[in-house]
């Protein structure tokens, strides 16, 4: 049967329940949060004389948890417009609304007897067919659905989400014994398509797949730094970015998760899986007991092994747990040879290669933690999953991990890291040997741009992707059909005469080369193709210009070489354009300055849900160089209606530039005038965007394509609108918001978006505002203040935000 999600019923509005309705909320799906009524009144409540059957107090537990949620940071929802989708209720009197909705799901306490008595409710107003699932996270789905109707069993299953759904992608989905397949299948695409989610099919074994490794990953550290003898800093420098983790590394994740939980999940498992041949790994240290008895479980409790406190100066500071003394010490940086060598390289896979053969203890460490993990993960196969390649999605989904375990094992070389795993102790299970064997010497391999996993089921390689492999583009899958490339760019052919651009620059900067890349992909492209995408697989799509160079040519006084740079990229960005095939652009993550120009430029911007989006020049004392400020003009004039002062699109335009404002979400790019509704359109799922962007390509193509005519027609204000943005300029400075440099380049900017000093409204090209865009970016790479703050932002490390 063909299924339509219109309505979703979430029963229970927790920290996961509230988010979980926000997400889809967020996707445009009604609402329904429904909770348990007050046992007993508050005090507002008492001195308004209210009772238990007052509707606001049988509904302030949801509301309540609702409003929490949307205050929250990070913000659970993509727009805060979202909200009104949703509608809160009681279990007391909106249950029979259920019958309304199309998916319903239960994310109430984790304990059986409730979740039991939960699910009769919903069986006295559920319509037949209505899809039924539970949020658990370790009770089995078998035992959930006993005792319940043939049609809810048929139509129940386990959807594990991962807090908070809004940004970990992850989505489990666990069959019951008597789940209708079609539901399953159709969760997995529903997940996937309109969640964003990465949906993995899990077995009913405990703690499913993400928590049942990533738990045991964190044991296994945990024990591992008392075998080596190493500190919480120094696990926490080992198990981080450098081997593509999470910032917050093993022992911060546990302090956000909560010791509590951990300990429950660990324990949970531990319990439940008595031929685990790692079970012990599942023992819970005494240390870590005594945290629980000291209540020491993390964030929630405002201490765990990480304690924040304000020192003798007025200071934050964050203090770290000595395990021996239990007390908090100031944190200690950690040096190791290994580590040292590896993280001045940007490629993960390069630097693990270097990290698990340093003969130091970062080396014993890495060692003896990969070949337990890749013992492990090997023996959890078929126990947790049947494919290899749903426990890689989990951990990458579900915990940051930017490689999978299989993954990894792949990057050392089955084979050989194998036999020294067996060298070592650590075993493997039987079905590695017969893989091996079988002449099978990896994991994973690519055949015509589609990722292939070996399945030990199956002893062949299969698709790793859940859905249709052409919904998925993976740039560096297309490498054997590389068209052009470059130290810092490369060009692939995306099949359907569709040529695909990415490079790999630090932060994704953009520079010579880059700039080179995109003026020969596009040149390529009007000889022989339909048109090119323009994306990057990395988190991030681009901080922007290279502002080092920018600071070494204007630190150099060379300025007719930076005039000429400059010069390039609004050429380049015109090219973009101007091309006379159609250039789409599928953004990820942080898209800032010289970025978000190119966006501006692009005939369609396909952008990921989590999409960062903004010109940010003016934090570090610039205006937008490369088309932005001149784009957001043209975009100005065109937006003023009827009636309506022309000095409104612009005032709106000049301040989204004056404040260097950032989107938060792709949709919020939306409403900055970043994204167009009538152009562009959202990818929820990232790993969808390129693929939806060649299609976006293609229809553009085969619509006729023509190269569009340069403006000649944009109305600039001149010296009326000049005076108003003075006047509003003028008002920040004296309220001690703006300081004497900000107040020059604001000046600076309104300059351009005004066309100078004209003396009355005219009509300008293009190439006008450019000129005026460039002269004013030069003359501020002269300032002083403007080069202390490029010279800051090349010292942190970390691109330009608002």
């Known amino acids: 049967m063909k299924r339509i999600i219109r309505k979703v019923a979430v029963l229970g509005s927790g920290v996961m329940g509230s988010r979980i309705a926000c997400h889809f909320a967020g996707t445009g799906v009604q609402v329904l949060l429904l909770d348990r009524t007050p046992s007993e009144l508050n005090a507002a409540e008492q001195l308004k004389k209210l009772t238990l059957d007052n509707p606001a107090v049988k509904n302030r537990i949801v509301n309540e948890a609702l409003t929490s949620a949307i205050k929250s940071n990070p913000s659970p929802v993509y727009n805060s417009e979202v909200v009104k989708h949703i509608k809160t209720g009681n279990f007391s009197d909106n249950m029979k609304d259920i019958s309304g909705c199309d998916w319903i799901i239960e994310v109430v306490v984790e304990q059986l007897d409730i979740k039991t008595a939960i699910f009769s409710e919903v069986e006295k107003y559920r319509k037949p067919g209505t899809l039924i699932s539970s949020n658990t996270s370790g009770i089995p789905i078998h035992l959930m659905n006993e005792g319940r109707s043939e049609d809810f069993k048929r139509h129940f299953c386990g959807t594990h989400f991962f807090n908070p759904p809004r940004y970990l992608r992850l989505l489990e989905i666990i069959p019951a014994p008597d789940t209708d397949p079609e539901v399953i299948q159709f969760l997995l695409e529903y997940g996937d398509l309109y969640l964003g989610k990465t949906t993995v099919l899990c077995k009913d074994s405990p703690a499913f797949i993400a928590n049942r490794v990533g738990v045991f990953s964190m044991m296994a550290i945990f024990k591992l730094m008392e075998k080596l003898q190493l500190n919480i800093d120094q696990v926490e420098t080992l198990t981080g970015p450098i081997i593509g983790r999470p910032k917050s590394a093993t022992f911060r994740t546990a302090d956000v998760v909560g010791l509590d939980t951990?300990?429950?999940?660990?324990?949970?498992?531990?319990?439940?899986?008595?031929?685990?041949?790692?079970?012990?790994?599942?023992?819970?240290?005494?240390?870590?007991?005594?945290?629980i008895a000291n209540n020491w479980l993390g964030d929630k409790t405002g201490q765990g092994f990480f304690s924040k406190i304000k020192n003798q100066k007025g200071e934050r500071e964050i203090l770290t747990l000595d395990l021996k003394s239990f007390e908090y010490k100031p944190r200690e940086k950690s040096s190791f040879q290994g580590v040292d060598a590896a993280k001045p390289l940007d490629d993960l896979k390069e630097r693990l290669k270097i990290l698990i053969q340093t003969r130091d203890k970062s080396g014993d460490f890495y060692r003896q933690f990969h070949y337990e993990l890749f013992s492990y993960v090997s023996h959890r196969i078929p126990e947790i999953s049947d494919e290899i390649f749903r426990v890689d999605d989990a951990m990458r989904a579900g915990f940051g991990w930017e490689i999978g375990a299989f993954e990894t094992w792949d990057?050392?070389?089955?084979?050989e890291t194998t036999k020294k795993m067996e060298a070592a102790g650590y075993k493997t299970a039987a079905w590695i040997k017969e893989m091996l064997a079988g002449g099978f010497t990896s994991f994973y391999k690519?055949?015509?741009?589609?990722?292939?996993?070996?399945?030990?089921?199956?002893?062949?390689?299969?698709?790793?992707?859940?859905?249709?492999?052409?919904?998925?583009?993976?740039?560096?899958?297309?490498?054997?059909?590389?068209?052009?490339?470059?130290?810092?760019?490369?060009?692939?052919h995306l099949g359907d005469e569709v040529l695909g651009l990415e490079w790999y620059t630090?932060?994704?900067?953009?520079?010579g080369e880059v700039i080179e890349g995109i003026q020969r992909s596009i040149g390529i492209a009007e000889e022989k193709y339909k048109g090119l995408v323009i994306a990057n697989e990395t988190q991030d799509f681009s901080?922007?210009?290279?502002?080092?160079?920018?600071?070494?040519l204007a630190v150099d006084q060379e300025f007719e070489e930076l005039e000429m740079a400059i010069r390039t990229f609004q050429n380049t960005m015109m090219r973009v354009r101007y091309s006379a095939i159609p250039v789409a652009i599928a953004p990820r993550g942080l898209t800032l300055g010289g970025a978000c120009e190119m966006s501006l430029h692009a005939d369609k911007i396909v952008p990921a849900a989590e999409s960062y989006i903004g010109l940010v020049e003016l934090g570090?004392?610039?205006?937008?160089?490369?088309?932005?400020?001149?784009?957001?003009?043209?975009?100005?004039?065109?937006?003023?209606?009827?009636?309506?002062?022309?000095?409104?699109?612009?005032?709106?335009?000049?301040?989204?530039?004056?404040?260097?404002?950032?989107?938060?979400?792709?949709?919020?790019?939306?409403?900055?005038?970043?994204?167009?509704?009538?152009?562009?359109?959202?990818?929820?799922?990232?790993d969808r965007r390129i693929a939806d962007a060649k299609n976006a390509v293609l229809d553009l193509y085969h619509d006729g394509y023509t190269t569009p005519l340069q403006r000649t027609d944009i109305k600039v204000l001149g010296r009326s609108g000049l005076g108003a943005l003075y006047a509003g300029i003028n008002v920040m400075w004296r309220g001690n918001y703006a300081t004497d440099h900000d107040v020059l380049?604001?000046?600076?900017?309104?300059?351009?978006?005004?066309?100078?000093?004209?003396?009355?409204?005219?009509?300008v090209s293009e190439q006008y505002l450019l000129d005026l865009e460039r002269q004013a970016f030069l003359s501020l790479c002269g300032e002083k203040k403007t080069l202390e703050r490029l010279q800051s932002v090349i010292k942190s490390g970390k691109p330009i935000r608002n």
């Not at 990057?411 to 084979?415: D, I, K, P, S, T």
């Not at 290279?546 to 600071?551: E, P, S, W, Y």
Request: some cysteine.
């Open 411 to 415: 990057l050392f070389g089955v084979e």
């Open 446 to 492: 690519i055949e015509k741009g589609e990722k292939l996993a070996y399945s030990p089921a199956k002893k062949n390689y299969v698709s790793a992707l859940t859905g249709d492999p052409g919904a998925f583009i993976v740039m560096r899958n297309f490498e054997n059909q590389t068209i052009w490339k470059n130290s810092a760019a490369r060009l692939y």
């Open 262 to 291: 951990l300990v429950k999940v660990a324990r949970g498992i531990y319990e439940n899986c008595p031929s685990d041949e790692a079970r012990d790994t599942f023992k819970i240290p005494s240390w870590l007991e005594k945290m």
């Open 620 to 686: 570090v004392g610039l205006i937008p160089g490369g088309g932005g400020t001149k784009e957001f003009v043209l975009r100005a004039a065109d937006e003023v209606h009827d009636g309506e002062p022309e000095i409104i699109p612009l005032k709106d335009r000049f301040f989204t530039i004056a404040t260097a404002k950032v989107s938060t979400s792709a949709s919020e790019a939306f409403d900055l005038g970043i994204l167009k509704k009538s152009r562009d359109f959202i990818s929820i799922n990232p």
């Open 506 to 511: 630090k932060f994704g900067t953009i520079g």
């Open 543 to 552: 901080a922007g210009a290279n502002i080092g160079m920018i600071l070494m």
């Open 745 to 763: 380049v604001a000046k600076k900017l309104a300059y351009v978006m005004c066309g100078g000093d004209l003396s009355e409204p005219t009509e």
